[in-house]
């Protein structure tokens, strides 16, 4: 199993600032991945992330727009840039085991 | 683009009755998981199927997937409120290793 951990829980921010969530892991895995959950709204994943190479992004989403770390096997970030309105969301990191998938508990983030 | 559909978007019963909800792709799917979202919580996995035609219990809950292997259900027998929730699948299609995940079925059961 996996217990993953996102800092911080949400967040309300003014339009233009960035935020950056934080997700651990504790235990080492080789591919974290960040998804984007809009209110009422299904789950759409955002990029994956491996250690020790840039992540891969889908399509609509850029690194420019949404830089992500990942140092090592149990920590990534996820930066939100340059904030608008309509970047309002749940934000979840999530890791695949061979057995199964676990996601975060998520940052809700409001931008005002 | 990818897209996994899911049918109904919204279900209302009473306690004690039957639910399903369906799910379906346009390609075949190397295989499906099923999560369940608690208002206000994150996704949690109930199962992954892979096989053609498989079919998974797990207490009041029956999963299966198609012999194509494009389409799933979840049936819930005997609605309980504690099963109230959001119900998505998600699936990889071809040789992807992207979770593509359906829009998900909101139940909400009436005591």
């Known amino acids: 199993s996996a217990v993953i951990s996102q800092k911080p829980s949400r967040d309300i921010c003014q339009r233009g600032t960035s935020l950056t969530i934080q997700c651990q892991v504790d235990s080492q895995v080789t591919m974290m991945f960040w998804y984007r959950q809009q209110p009422g709204q299904s789950l759409t994943l955002i990029a994956t992330a491996n250690q020790g190479s840039e992540a891969t992004y889908e399509s609509g989403f850029v690194i420019d727009k949404f830089p992500i770390s990942r140092p090592n096997l149990t920590f990534s970030t996820l930066t939100v840039s340059n904030m608008s309105p309509e970047d309002s969301s749940i934000y979840l990191c999530?890791?695949?085991?061979?057995?199964?998938?676990?996601f975060g508990p998520g940052t809700r983030l409001t931008v005002t | 683009g990818q897209q996994v559909m899911q049918i109904p978007q919204y279900q209302h019963v009473q306690e004690g009755e039957d639910f399903t909800t369906y799910c379906n792709s346009s390609?075949?799917?190397?295989?499906i998981q099923w999560y369940k979202q608690r208002p206000g919580g994150h996704p949690v996995f109930l199962i992954q199927l892979v096989k053609s035609g498989e079919v998974k219990k797990q207490k009041r809950l029956t999963f299966q997937f198609g012999e194509a292997k494009k389409n799933s259900s979840l049936h819930i027998t005997a609605t309980q409120t504690t099963d109230v929730g959001t119900y998505f699948c998600a699936g990889k299609q071809g040789g992807s290793e992207k979770l593509v995940f359906g829009k998900g079925t909101k139940l909400t059961v009436n005591p």
């Open positions: 999530s890791v695949e085991t061979p057995l199964e998938q676990y």
């Open positions: 390609t075949t799917l190397s295989n």
